[in-house]
């Protein structure tokens, strides 16, 4: 399973499969009545657990609840990241932990290695094998080596001298699709993946808009240039997605084009976003955005690809991003945000309007917003200031700035970075796919 969101589980009108695929609907209804005689010898008499489990959902459409059939059907089933995998047990599909617990196990996600270091990043990757020979190619937990490495002065300036023309070759690419001028001394602050609220694209362009209303303010006193880059595709009918990224574009034109702004801050929204473009972001990102509300990303491979690549993390207790703060150390990597348990509790009493009143740069965030500034968007401003907002984006938003000005602190020391960035590296050994297809092997 590679979701939290229920909305994610497919679900088919019986009617229409009845229509397309009759013989095979019979077959589904034997299967869930044989299925619904063992959960009720399981639980005699317990008709509401029948309900929640049974393949078809009854109502005034009924459906064919897809991922019950894959469970049903299924010898063992696995989330992506240790996190979710516990989420799945205790909340999604509960009831079929407690009747097949023994079905259900994790499987963290990884990347390979070969497309995603040794192709895409030529420069880093031949320092790599310079310095520790070539076996992390196909055993990545080699990589472990650099360690003895982090603390290298000389070899501190050829990992920068790697990350710089890196740095270079995204900037080209900026300039090319965007027309925007990316300085490759400034910090490269990266958010590419899916337009989607729980992603919290949304809570990254507030953080932008803040770094601007400072700017204005002429609160610029040690201030890190920053150059911020999102890229991603939003599904069709995803109206809300598609405004977070008008938003964003709008806060880039004005960003871009106000001359008190200068080189401090530059923002994109690049294109056509795909697998070509990330093989040119994701070797030049120092700081790599994985914001999602704690409970609702799977797992995510971006950041891993990131974290291979020598980027900083900055991001929640969420997905992988556990696993990977634990291999990288919690002083190389910048934590933020409400915990899955903190969210659960906070849930009907949260007051966003209230932290917004309370928090005086996320008061003129809002007032920027509201006054048109970058145009009108009350869909968005509502669903900030809304008490049932899932994502909480209002109350992350204090802490998600605390963890930015320890990042843009960081970065101003050269040799502290690059440090952190060999040490980010040097753990990822555990995010390669040939792990994960090995832990399937052993176990599955």
């Known amino acids: ?119 895409c990043n030529p420069d880093l990757s ?20 650099l360690e003895a490495y982090a603390h290298d002065k000389a070899f501190q300036k050829k990992w920068h001298a790697a990350k710089l023309a890196n740095k270079q070759r995204l900037a080209k690419l900026v300039n090319d699709s965007c027309g925007v001028e990316f300085n490759p001394e400034a910090m490269f602050d990266i958010q590419v993946k899916r337009i989607h609220e729980y992603k919290r694209q949304l809570l990254n362009i507030l953080h932008v808009i803040h770094l601007y209303d400072r700017i204005k303010r002429g609160d610029t006193k040690n201030m890190t240039p920053r150059c911020v880059l999102f890229g991603g595709k939003a599904a069709p009918g995803y109206v809300m997605a598609k405004r977070i990224i008008k938003l964003i574009n709008n806060v880039a034109s004005t960003v871009n084009n106000d001359p008190d702004v200068g080189d401090l801050l530059k923002v994109v929204f690049l294109p056509n976003y795909q697998v070509s473009a990330m093989e040119v972001i994701c070797p030049a990102a120092d700081l790599s955005e994985q914001i999602s509300t704690a409970g609702k990303e799977a797992s995510g491979t971006g950041n891993m690809k990131f ?63 509201e006054s048109g500034h970058f145009n009108r968007f009350d869909p968005l401003i509502r669903s900030i200031r809304e008490p049932a907002d899932p994502w909480m984006t209002a109350a992350d938003f204090h802490s998600f700035v605390d963890a930015q000005e320890r990042a843009a602190e960081a970065y101003t020391d050269d040799g502290h970075w690059a440090r952190m960035s060999i040490l980010n590296t040097a753990s990822s050994g555990r995010f390669s796919t040939d792990r994960t297809i090995r832990d399937y092997d052993a176990d599955i």
């Open 1 to 119: 399973n590679h979701t939290l969101l229920p909305e994610a589980l497919e679900r088919w009108p019986v009617n229409m499969f009845g229509r397309l695929l009759p013989r095979i609907l019979e077959i589904i209804y034997e299967i869930n009545a044989r299925f619904l005689r063992e959960v009720a010898r399981r639980w005699p008499g317990d008709k509401t657990r029948l309900a929640r489990m049974s393949i078809i959902e009854e109502g005034d459409e009924k459906q064919v609840r897809m991922a019950h059939l894959a469970i049903i059907g299924s010898y063992s089933i696995n989330g992506v990241a240790a996190l979710h995998s516990e989420l799945l047990k205790k909340g999604l599909f509960h009831d079929f932990y407690e009747l097949w617990p023994h079905k259900f196990n994790n499987k963290t996600n990884g990347v390979t290695q070969r497309r995603w270091l040794a192709w």
């Open 126 to 145: 031949e320092l790599i094998t310079d310095t520790i020979g070539d076996k992390w190619v196909t055993q990545l937990t080699e990589l472990k080596k």
């Open 307 to 369: 974290m291979m690549n020598g980027a900083m993390t900055i991001g929640t207790l969420d997905g992988a991003n556990i696993e990977i703060r634990d291999e990288a150390g919690a002083e190389n990597f910048f934590l933020f945000g409400l915990t899955v348990e903190e969210i659960r509790e906070l849930r009907g009493k949260y007051d966003p309007n209230a932290i917004i009143e309370g928090d005086a740069d996320l008061s003129r965030v809002m007032q920027l917003l």
